[in-house]
């Protein structure tokens, strides 16, 4: 067992208390999130180490930023603030990862969770930036332009954001003192770009798609925000955005769990 002592636990529960406080102050998480996101803070580093806490922060503190700057997007579902589902849809790899290396000292675990938070960045800075691209955006499965917010839309600034978010997390690997071999760090951002991927195939897939008939706005909330019940147009009942950025972290998870059992 390689759980970490006491005092790291009190001492990552105060971090990740005042970190998740100014995140809450700044309205990037809702009460909710700050909870959750306080949590799964001093778990991580009270049984994975500083290092998953440290790759844990620059995840979120970039992702939020990035989903500040400019006006906020239409077709997000619960705005700019992250509640605890959200939270936990992005995070649970690496919770996952590091519980189980506190319990069985095995580097891959800790690997599955940075692949895992490595797709849900380069997902985001995908999702945040492709949406500022001038160039319209295209389905992801047909190639057809759509409206910008579309579920599965891609485009090319949205996917060089992906794979720099994806990127920025290996580099974090590779400075780290987890598996910080070039293999590792190369199958890390592999991991990322390819959970994003994966969110944009699902979302123009199975992903639930709503229209405001009265904004004449696509959106992945009922009501919109101008009070208006939206109707479905696509996608199956009931998987959200969340759902698929579960598939996304998983599909990232997984990558780096076997590139650690593949090279380390």
């Known amino acids: 067992m390689s759980v970490q002592p006491i005092t790291t636990w009190i001492l990552a529960a105060i971090c990740a208390a005042l970190i998740t406080g100014i ?15 306080t949590m799964m803070g001093t778990v991580v580093v009270g049984t994975g180490g500083w290092w998953p806490g440290i790759i844990l922060v620059v995840f979120f503190v970039s992702s939020s930023a990035i989903s500040r700057i400019g006006p906020q997007s239409d077709h997000q579902a619960r705005g700019a603030q992250r509640d605890w589902v959200q939270v936990l849809a992005n995070g649970w790899p690496m ?37 500022r691209s001038h160039a319209p955006p295209r389905l992801i499965t047909t190639g057809k332009v759509v409206q910008t917010g579309t579920s599965g839309a891609v485009s090319s600034m949205g996917l060089i954001a992906s ?32 959970g994003g991927l994966i969110d944009s195939l699902l979302g123009a897939t199975v992903q639930e798609r709503r229209y405001c008939d ?6 992945e909330s009922n009501p919109h925000r101008c009070g208006t019940s939206t109707r479905i147009v696509g996608g199956i009942r009931g998987i959200n955005n969340d759902g698929v950025n579960v598939a996304c972290a998983f599909t990232g998870a997984i990558i780096g769990g076997i590139s650690g059992i593949l090279f380390l």
Request: glycine share 14%; net charge positive; charged share 10%.
């Open 23 to 37: 995140a809450w102050r700044f309205r990037a998480l809702a009460p909710s999130g700050v909870i959750a996101a």
């Open 95 to 131: 919770l996952i990862g590091c519980l189980l290396f506190g319990f069985s000292e095995n580097t891959n675990w800790l690997l599955f969770g940075i692949g895992g938070i490595a797709a849900a960045t380069a997902d985001t800075w995908s999702s945040e930036l492709g949406r």
């Open 163 to 194: 794979f720099g978010g994806a990127s920025l997390i290996a580099i974090l690997l590779g400075i780290s003192s987890i598996g910080a071999i070039w293999p590792v760090v190369l199958a890390i951002v592999i991991a990322g770009f390819a």
């Open 214 to 219: 009265h904004c004449q706005r696509l959106t």
